[in-house]
């Protein structure tokens, strides 16, 4: 049996310092290579580009798809201007993880969002964000904590029954959370399965089970609380190929 490839969509950071100001690097965190490779996984960072047949070579060479991390997703998909406290956008990003996710859905493949790739997953499946946190009427808790990223700051509940609930065995987790938009309207195929104790929807996923969508970390306390470990674990072992 071959340990399978997981793509980990790429983005982009643009050096402030050093001899090269201005030059752009594709990168994604090492928390998400480790978290792969500890769980059995071949990790492939599939770098961000604007060419569509490229993107969808590069993707016909993995076995599962981590959306990762990042900018705020383009309100304009959801049929919304830019508010005054969204934050920085990345159209082209956004355009390049949603082929992605459209070849992942296509080619059967399983996925696992992570934050902004838990929003990404919602608003290709035609839901909504609230663009900052403060938009949304109901009392508000932090949702960016802005500590050590291994600090568990906050309450989610799992929806009993949820395939994310029997994957942890339980239905209370303490959780890292560092997102300032929120899922508001839960798209086609999608089902909310999570929640912060203000309600605010912190999971997803899909009918089939084929994805997976969480706001917070798992990837940067894969090291310090072993149960996130099985979201990991469970893109792993759908994404095994026999042979």
């Known amino acids: 049996m071959d340990k399978p490839i997981i793509g980990i969509s790429g983005s982009r950071i643009i050096d402030q310092h050093g001899p090269f100001p201005g030059y752009n690097r594709s990168y994604v965190n090492d928390d998400y290579i480790d978290s792969v490779i500890q769980n059995g996984g071949i990790p492939y960072i599939i770098p961000f580009n604007e060419d569509v047949t490229v993107t969808i070579a590069q993707f016909a060479n993995v076995d599962g798809l981590i959306l990762s991390g990042g900018h705020d997703i383009d309100p304009r998909l959801y049929g919304e201007e830019s508010l005054p406290k969204i934050g920085e956008i990345w159209p082209a990003r956004d355009a390049f993880d949603m082929l992605l996710l459209k070849e992942a859905e296509k080619q059967q493949k399983p996925v696992l969002g992570i934050c902004r790739g838990a929003q990404l997953i919602n608003v290709a499946h035609g839901g909504s964000l609230y663009q900052d946190q403060s938009?949304?009427?109901?009392?508000?808790?932090?949702?960016?904590?802005?500590?050590?990223?291994?600090?568990?700051?906050?309450?989610?509940?799992?929806?009993e029954g949820s395939y994310l609930a029997n994957l942890f065995g339980k239905k209370h987790l303490s959780v890292n959370t560092f997102h300032h938009q929120l899922i508001k309207e839960v798209g086609k195929d999608l089902r909310s399965v999570a929640y912060a104790k203000d309600g605010v929807i912190e999971a997803l996923e899909n009918s089939d089970k084929s994805i997976i969508g969480v706001q917070w970390h798992p990837e940067m306390l894969h090291r310090s609380d072993p149960a996130m470990n099985k979201v990991f674990i469970d893109l792993i072992n759908k994404s095994t190929k026999e042979g």
């Open 135 to 159: 938009y949304r009427q109901e009392l508000t808790f932090k949702h960016n904590q802005g500590y050590a990223p291994d600090l568990e700051t906050q309450s989610v509940i799992l929806e």
